[in-house]
T-cell receptor
Framework: AQSVSQHNHHVILSEAASLELGCNYS??????LFWYVQYPGQHLQLLLK??????LVKGIKGFEAEFIKSKFSFNLRKPSVQWSDTAEYFC???????????FGTGTSLTVIP | DTGVSQDPRHKITKRGQNVTFRCDPI?????LYWYRQTLGQGPEFLTY????????KSRLLSDRFSAERPKGSFSTLEIQRTEQGDSAMYLC????????????????FGEGSRLTVL
């Protein structure tokens, strides 16, 4: 079965600091990769996704992620975080041609004004 | 508003009672997923439907759990003889199928149904 690892469980940053959240997956075949975000009191929503093509993908709110196939990684980055980025961030993997989406345990980000 | 609605939002029940959750997906989405999420964990896959057919069930899903999607629209998740370990947020998500025009791979989540078993 697929496993998704997020090594940072809780991250605290000051506003304007740079962010990088790690995500590694175990499946060796073709995968689709996602980052979802859950703001306090809200539902999970898509931040960005990678299917194919350019391994550097850009999402909403200035987030980007880089797919490195050789490292089975899909790390999330943002050059300058804002207080409003405080949320839970989940990496997810969908292996083709399967239908399951596997989620990591999540990273809680707290941004201090 | 994602368009996926779940009911009830909160349910408190006593151990041993049965509970049922309902999910109404986005109308054109024929895929529907149920996930469970506990504190400090990511969503854990429970089961998945394509139209009315239940195509996958997690091995973690005990026989006390049953899900239906009788007409390929809304779905229900029933937990019989609830246990304290069933306390969690139950999430429903819907999507378009792979290969269909407009497919983005995105899961659209509802707000979830929080279950507390006393």
């Amino acid at each position: 079965a697929q496993s998704v690892s997020q090594h940072n469980h809780h991250v605290i940053l000051s506003e304007a600091a740079s962010l990088e959240l790690g995500c590694n997956y175990s499946y060796g075949g073709t995968v689709n990769l996602f980052w979802y975000v859950q703001y306090p009191g809200q539902h999970l929503q898509l931040l960005l996704k990678y299917f194919s093509g350019d391994p550097l993908v850009k999402g909403i709110k200035g987030f980007e992620a880089e797919f490195i196939k050789s490292k089975f990684s899909f790390n999330l980055r943002k050059p300058s975080v804002q207080w409003s980025d405080t949320a839970e961030y989940f990496c997810a993997v969908n292996e083709e041609p399967g239908n399951q989406f596997y989620f990591g345990t999540g990273t809680s980000l707290t941004v201090i004004p | 508003d994602t368009g996926v609605s779940q009911d009830p939002r909160h349910k408190i029940t006593k151990r041993g009672q049965n509970v049922t959750f309902r999910c109404d997906p986005i109308s054109e989405h024929n895929r529907l997923y149920w996930y469970r999420q506990t504190l400090g964990q990511g969503p854990e896959f429970l089961t998945y439907f394509q139209n009315e057919a239940q195509l996958e069930k997690s091995r973690l899903l005990s026989d006390r759990f049953s899900a239906e999607r009788p007409k390929g629209s809304f779905s229900t998740l029933e937990i019989q003889r609830t246990e304290q370990g069933d306390s969690a947020m139950y999430l429903c998500a819907s999507s378009l199928p792979l290969g269909l025009a407009g497919y983005t791979g995105e899961l659209f989540f509802g707000e979830g149904s929080r279950l507390t078993v006393l």
